[in-house]
């Protein structure tokens, strides 16, 4: 059995298997945030601001950040104007 790897969600560290995808290890801190990924309400970006992909697999020291949006999407917009 190969032993976890460390990285950080949001700053919290977590101990996920190798070979997790980001959105594994968001799932793992907080089911709710990945369901907001899998809507497209919340995205992943690296420690950088760099956009990443929900299916990165993760090296060990990883560190991902959620990003949500404020908003739902440019229809709620239209229909909150009018």
């Known amino acids: ?21 980001a959105t594994d290890a968001v799932r793992q801190l907080d089911a709710a945030l990945a369901e907001r990924l899998g809507a497209g309400t919340a995205s992943l970006t690296d420690a950088r601001g760099v956009v990443l992909a929900a299916n990165a697999v993760l090296a060990p020291g990883a560190i991902v950040r959620v990003v949500t949006r404020a908003r739902r999407d440019a229809e709620d917009d239209a229909e909150a104007d009018a």
Do not use: E, K, Q, S
């Open 1 to 21: 059995m190969t032993a976890p790897i460390r990285v950080y969600v949001n700053d919290r560290p977590l101990d996920v298997p190798r070979g997790a995808t």
